[in-house]
């Protein structure tokens, strides 16, 4: 089975949680949603996370979002970038995890759901 990847915070999770529609900022602005494959992540991470101690991923079944999943190049990335141009069905969402810093600022990866 195929996953992609989302990276969120912890705020904008838990309001979906409350109110059942997840709502990202960067989508609304851009259209569509970021994903990321597993081989993608951790430079999503770095690029967008940077600042961030915590982070929430959530895991997608790829096949799960049909013709709203569109693979586009993106600028400094040697390969295209998974974006979801549809609002994020809370039913497509496999697994979440807390991903934390670790006290020497690498991503503890070490239990991750992959």
Known sequence: MGYLYH????ALWEEALNTGTYRNPAQAQEGFLH????AQ???S???HFA???DVVILRLVERQLGQWLKWEPVPGRPEPMPHLYHLLN???VDDVELLSRQ????????DFMW
Do not use: V, Y
Request: aromatic content about 10%; cysteine-free; proline content about 4%.
């Open 51 to 53: 600042a961030h101690t």
């Open 35 to 38: 994903l990321s494959t597993r």
């Open 7 to 10: 990276i969120t915070t912890e």
């Open 90 to 92: 809370l039913e497509w």
């Open 103 to 110: 006290p020497d600022g690498n991503w503890d990866w070490e």
């Open 45 to 47: 991470l770095e690029m």
């Open 41 to 43: 992540l951790a430079a």
